[in-house]
């Protein structure tokens, strides 16, 4: 389906997106002030590879113009083959997804990432600043679940491995590494000795989890 750009304004005469997506105030200045130009996608978005959810990456998905994407409103469901992935944890376009999500991995970084449905995730769903929010209405499901630092709305869960907060400050064991990294290290292919070395290898490699490990999404 073709993307389409719109301004706030005019796409509030015919949707009622704050109704749809609860959008918090917040983000009106800057993100959903009357002018502001929206990407939008009025189904399913399906997409190979990764989708980079970092700033100037929307216009790529963009109708042949310049323009100034900090929104991204899919009216249906996101599938990826690849990740979502907002790699930058300072800041990003906000997404807003009306249906579910299906992705490899998802990185939650300073983005606002609302979605209304399921996200299903093969394999990890990692956020680990202050900066962002993910906010998933119905089922989260992947195999591995980092969320340190971050802000977030996630009521059910489908996760047989979880990190949080609390468990990031657990002691050393006789190896020397936190007991949450040989946790998170007992589901991956390849080790990692902190959080920023498993984000490095979601965006460069993307398969980091063993089979048997990974989250199967319904097809």
């Avoid at 389906?1 to 509030?12: A, D, G, K, Q, R």
């Avoid at 998933?136 to 979880?162: C, F, I, R, T, W």
């Avoid at 007991?179 to 490699?205: C, F, P, T, W």
Wanted: no cysteine; net charge negative; charged share 25%.
């Amino acid at each position: 389906m073709p993307m389409i750009v719109n301004t706030f304004e005019e796409l509030s005469q015919t949707r009622k997106l704050r109704d749809t997506f609860f959008i918090p105030s917040y983000l009106d200045e800057y993100f959903f002030h009357p002018k502001s130009q929206l990407l939008i996608s009025e189904g399913d978005l399906v997409l190979s590879g990764d989708l980079f959810l970092d700033w100037g990456k929307l216009d790529a998905l963009a109708p042949e113009g310049t323009w100034d994407l900090n929104v991204l409103v899919v009216f249906g469901d996101l599938i990826l083959d690849g990740g979502l992935l907002n790699t930058d944890m300072d800041g990003g376009p906000v997404l807003l997804v009306q249906g579910d999500v299906k992705a490899r991995n998802l990185i939650s970084g300073g983005s606002d990432i609302i979605v209304m449905g399921n996200a299903d995730i093969s394999d990890v769903v990692f956020a680990n600043y202050n900066h962002g929010y993910l906010e998933v209405k119905g089922q989260l499901s992947a195999g591995l679940l980092v969320m340190v630092d971050h802000s977030y709305d996630l009521e059910n869960l489908n996760v047989p491995v979880q990190i949080f907060d609390e468990d990031a400050w657990d002691d050393e064991d006789a190896s020397g590494l936190p007991g949450h990294l040989m946790k998170i290290n007992a589901v991956l292919k390849r080790e990692i000795s902190d959080l920023e070395d498993l984000k490095a290898q979601i965006i460069e490699v993307g398969d980091v989890l063993h089979d048997d490990a990974k989250h199967r999404p319904v097809t």
